[in-house]
């Protein structure tokens, strides 16, 4: 079956930088837009950015723009959330996603979804 498995998130400084990667088995990975989403606590899950299925466009969040970097490389099935400059406002769970989009930003567009990890942003 299909898995995405994220990881890499764990607690950071303001103005820090972490990587997250997403792990995906059990697709074709470069049929498939990717994206990131997050859910700080208390709060609704939200869109970071996206990549197309080659990898050659990527969209973001205005909050996030300048900061945050996506790639990914399909001969490994991997895709990577860069975080720069991180901010306290940055702390949430960190999903990836994937689908048959492409360029998504919406939830609905990605039918495939990880577990999570959690970033924490310390001021």
């Known amino acids: 079956q299909v898995q995405l498995v994220e990881s890499g998130g764990g607690l950071v400084q303001t103005g820090g930088s972490l990587r997250l990667s997403c792990a995906a088995s059990?697709?074709?990975?470069?049929?498939?837009?990717m994206g990131w989403f997050r859910q700080a606590p208390g709060k609704e899950r939200t869109f970071v950015g996206s990549?197309?299925?080659?990898?050659?466009?990527?969209y973001y969040a205005d909050s996030v723009k300048g900061r945050f970097t996506i790639s990914r490389d399909n001969a490994k099935n991997m895709m990577y959330l860069q975080m720069n400059s991180l901010k306290p406002e940055d702390t949430a769970i960190y999903y990836c996603?994937?689908?048959?989009?492409?360029?998504?930003?919406?939830?609905?567009?990605?039918?495939?979804w990880g577990q999570g990890t959690q970033v924490t942003v310390s001021s």
């Open positions: 996603a994937g689908g048959r989009t492409v360029l998504g930003r919406a939830e609905s567009e990605f039918e495939y």
């Open positions: 059990g697709l074709t990975f470069s049929n498939y837009g």
């Open positions: 990549i197309t299925r080659i990898g050659g466009i990527t």
